[in-house]
């Protein structure tokens, strides 16, 4: 069944929750196998109101009663769901390394697209790819109903994020090291340890033009989005310095920092905005509405400066959203206590969708929402003019994350994951009204949520997601919330409970099997 997309008419495992247009229409189902700290990357907007989802499972994902085992730690999936929660369709592709995808984008005919990073070799459809490096950058599209029509590898370090652009041409932006050669002709050289590449190619899969953004340390792109006149826009982190075009940027602390850029479709720079802080501050999503506005959202410690604009933290950090004109002037700035945003998207009826975590009590504006425990999930419908309408959360023992967020004919699918480790805090996993009893269990779970996002009062209702626990223990591998390889722990560590600063630990025993370990 590899590399295929296929039709199926039920599913089994993890969790999804729906919301239909009538709230006494609730049903639940299970998607398949998803673990919990690497679930889902990104998703978009399909044909007929449905919603691609993609991102990369580690070891096995089940589909019916099959067991489709990874050719190394992780494969990439893509799936399409309908508003009923049924799977349409489905694709896997992965070697013997690891294998991720990072980021989805879907054009007006329901093609799609996928980037992130390839080991070693890879079959997509028909097509082997042999990384050039050791973690290679890639990219596949396939048509809308499933078929791959091109991809392309090269030795750069990763895809982060990807958009297409109005005239059918496909922007990428990634990370790279050291010197790499690209389509065997373009030579990029890092200024500091990582610097960013922005690549267009053209709807055949032709490279047009790579150009390099970096500084002395380290920078990262975390979003790219593309405006109706075809202008792109991308966000990110730096560390120290950080040069675009003839612009440099300082940093105010020795901590991340951020940027977001406006360029033409043909790279130019048309302006640059830096957004400071005494401590650390990033920019994770932002989205380009019709009239060319920009919304930018991250998180901060501290203060956060944009323009002259400083606001402060009211807390250990806080979520902002703010709004930039096309010139790339603040417009206005709104701060959240103890908010990470993860995805923002535009909505249906002018407004916007904000969807992430939180910790404890957290304001938006004039709505209080307090946590079930130590981090809950959060969906936040938000006007342009920066209101807040309404925030929606769920969660339960320990922490729950809010990742991708996407809006297709009023129908609001989120994707993100619960933390594990349920068993030992003995307490129920909350959703909106229901409750169900999870402590008997020791696995995480990754949800995807659908609901009407016309209903103020939505709830979610989960399902559960049984994984075995038995077999010998062998290794485990310890992954942050981007999914990045943080270090492998040894086995009398774990056994102890090795302490390491944070993040979801996934055990891997000798039958293939699964049980988890959250470290505090």
Known sequence: MRNKMFSISRFALPLILVISTTQSQVWTHAVGFLTASNSISSSKPGADNTVLIAGHNYDSLAIFDTVLTSNGLYDCYIMQLDTNGSMLRYTSFGGTGTDKIFDLDVNDAFDFIVTGVLQKTVTIGDTTFTAPATESFFIAEFSADGIFKWGTVEALSSGNCIRYLKNGAIVVGGQFTDTVVIDGKDTLKSAGNSDIFLSNYANNGTLLRTQRIGGKKSDFISAI????????????????????????????????????????????????????????????????????????????????????????????????????????????????????????????????????????????????????????????NITRDGTCNWVRNAGGCRASYGKTITVNNAHLFIGGYADRQLVTRNCPMQFGSEVVDYSNDDQGRSFIAICNHTIENSVFKPYQLTIPTNGIFESAKNYDLKGRDVIRLQNAQNERGHSVTHGVYINRTNGRTFRSLVVD
């Open 225 to 380: 989005d593309v405006s109706p006149e075809n202008d792109i826009y991308i966000a990110g982190v730096f560390y120290d310095t950080l040069y675009i075009d003839t612009v440099t940027l300082i940093a105010q602390s020795t901590f991340e920092q951020s940027y977001v850029v406006k360029m033409d479709s043909s790279g130019n720079v048309l302006w640059v905005k830096s957004f400071l802080s005494e401590h650390t501050l990033e920019t994770t999503s932002l989205t380009i509405d019709e009239n060319g506005d920009c919304f930018v959202t991250g998180r901060f410690t501290n203060n956060a400066l944009v323009d002259s604009v400083t606001v402060e933290a009211d807390d250990e950090y806080a979520g902002f959203l703010c709004k930039l004109t096309p010139d790339g002037d603040l417009v206005w700035i709104e701060r959240y206590s103890l908010v990470t945003g993860n995805d923002l998207i535009l909505g249906d009826n002018d407004d916007l969708f904000l969807a992430g975590n939180f910790k404890k009590k957290s304001t938006f504006g004039d709505i209080t929402v307090e946590s079930h425990d130590i981090e809950d999930i959060f969906i936040a």
